[in-house]
């Protein structure tokens, strides 16, 4: 059993920047690839980033790439998603899993709102 915990999320006008953190419990994720993904209203649920179990790689999807960083520390089961230079088209909930995910350890999410 595992637990994932997504925060920081919240309303930001475009340009602005915010930092999403997934802190895991139940067991730790140290060891294992992590991933953030994102769903928009009516749409379905898409894969923003990876990163390997010691961060030493990590991956993006297109339309974040050179804006979102993720990263992590094994130490705090962790995981990070840096955001920055958002966009309007950026606003959905953000989720964290394992990579790739699992359907039953999908959490509550956090909402990220970029305004205008």
């Known amino acids: 059993q595992v637990q994932l915990v997504e925060s920081g999320g919240g309303l930001v006008q475009a340009g602005g920047s915010l930092r999403l953190s997934c802190a895991a419990s139940?067991?730790?994720?140290?060891?294992?690839?992590m991933g953030w993904f994102r769903q928009a209203p009516g749409k379905e649920r898409e894969f923003v980033a990876l990163?390997?179990?010691?961060?030493?790689?990590?991956n993006y999807a297109d339309f974040v790439k050179g804006r979102f960083t993720i990263s992590r520390d094994n130490a705090k089961n962790t995981v990070y998603l840096q955001m920055n230079s958002l966009k309007p088209e950026d606003t959905a909930v953000y989720y964290c899993?394992?990579?790739?995910?699992?359907?039953?350890?999908w959490g509550q999410g956090t909402q990220v709102t970029v305004s205008s």
């Open positions: 990163i390997s179990w010691n961060g030493g790689y990590t």
């Open positions: 139940g067991r730790t994720v140290s060891s294992v690839a």
């Open positions: 899993n394992v990579h790739p995910p699992r359907a039953n350890y």
